[in-house]
């Protein structure tokens, strides 16, 4: 494995009767974090896990925690997750007004800051967090439930979003969420991304999520040509 791509497993998928043997299993298949989805029924329709969920988590594994925040005023719940064992904590700009301040507050309690852009939002919203953020996350569905169609425009605002980066010399991870399969993921890693989540391509997989994450893994590795393969490894960390 080399750090300038990560897997982010979404648990989204997993079935929570048995999260714990899920988790273990897709860590020994090779994932590099887990990418837990906080849902409040406001910011999104969908309501699913909070601080307990990744509490529990922390206790599974020793790998990261990606926690995507889809909450309204996400600086409410910040240190809980933190507290709770989240490695990343990863904010919409929609739902921040000051998001640099936002991102002081993540990475003052020692987690990865991140910012996420909707579909629907102008890739320029995102300006104002270029230089404080660790990873920029460009959603590739509508955030709410796992299972939905990737949106192929979203592979120019990876773009988009890539030059950008490229322009202050940034290595904040480029991540991407929705509908990453072995079909859209060489797309989206060509248009710049680093770090690819997945819940149904895995957890969903016919011959099971070890099968899932082994053919994303192999997609990934096979991939030779890439933005980010010419940069230093040296430049990134989880
Ligand atoms: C959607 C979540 C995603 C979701 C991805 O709102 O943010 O992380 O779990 O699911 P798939 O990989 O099935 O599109
Ligand atoms: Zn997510």
Redesign the pocket.
Known sequence: MTNRYVLSS?I??ADFARLGEEIKTVEAAGVDWI?V?VMDGHF?PNITMGPFIVETCRRITQLPLDV?L?IEKPERYIEAFAKAGASGLTVHVETCPDIVRTLKQIKSLGCRAGAVLNPETPVGAIQPALKEAELILVMS?H??????SFMPESIARVSEVRKKLDALRSSAWLEV????DIHTLPKMKEAGATAF?????IFKNPQGPAAGVKSLRDVIESESTTRASARSAGEQSS
């Open positions: 979404s989204l998928s990418h989805d999104v995507h889809m569905v955030p709410g439930y796992s299972g939905q969420d929705g509908g990453i989540v997945a819940a149904t391509a």
